[in-house]
């Protein structure tokens, strides 16, 4: 059954840590709690309705993914992007995470899979004419996190989560840039849903390339943003 909130999706078995992680990860892959930005356990609390103890213990994976950087009991801060090079390099290393994800389970999906990226889509659409880049992000980050979840392994989210958290803030800031109309964005998943309602490997994957050509003319962007 499709979850009244395709966004924060989760399995019964997930545990409070790992759903408060995946909040604070997603208000920093967003942009709503900044790069740089240091956090504090009592306002974190006080932000997701829970006690200390969940939020310690969230901010011990984040830091671990390379979300966060600092030293524990010392502060941690939100940390720095890489540089376009090395984002580039990442981000072809989450093409193939992505690539192996569809081949996992392209011939395994159900209508509920399908009505749950429908619903995704649905809100980027929204945000999309508001034009609402955040809110864009966070729908572009559930609707292929939920593709990675799919796959059904415990170890392939985590590497897929890393990867996102260093190339997301790159991808977010240069979208207004590479994109008169946001909703070209949501279209492009609209073709990935497509591709995979009909069972088209060959299609879903070469959608995955959008994103590599997204980061080489979001460089481009930021260069030409630059040399003004």
Not at 49 to 55: E, F
Not at 103 to 124: C, K, N, P, Q
Request: a neutral charge.
């Amino acid at each position: 059954m499709a979850s009244d909130d395709p966004i924060h999706d989760h399995p019964i078995a997930f545990s409070l840590r790992e759903q408060i992680a995946d909040r604070i990860r997603t208000d920093v892959l967003t942009g709503r709690i900044p790069e740089g930005e240091r956090l504090h356990e009592v306002k974190l609390g006080e932000r997701y309705g829970v006690s200390r103890t969940p939020i310690r213990e969230a901010l011990q994976q984040l830091l671990h993914e390379g979300l966060l950087e600092g030293r524990p009991n010392a502060g941690l801060k939100v940390a720095a992007q890489p540089s376009a090079e090395v984002c580039e390099l990442i981000v072809r290393v989450r093409h193939l995470v992505e690539e192996f994800a569809i081949r996992a389970v392209i011939d395994h999906l159900t209508e509920s899979d399908f009505a749950r990226w429908s619903g995704i889509l649905d809100g980027m659409r929204v945000a999309c004419v508001a034009r609402d880049f955040p809110v864009i992000a966070e729908h572009d980050i559930a609707f292929h996190r939920t593709l990675v979840r799919r796959a059904g392994s415990r170890e392939l989210e985590p590497i897929w989560t890393s990867l996102v958290s260093r190339t997301s803030a790159f991808l977010r800031d240069t979208y207004p840039r590479i994109y008169r109309q946001p909703l070209d964005i949501q279209k492009r998943r609209a073709r990935m849903l497509d591709a995979l309602r009909s069972r088209d490997l060959e299609a879903a994957v070469g959608l995955l390339g959008d994103r590599i050509d997204d980061h080489r003319r979001g460089t481009a962007a930021q260069k030409s943003t630059r040399a003004v």
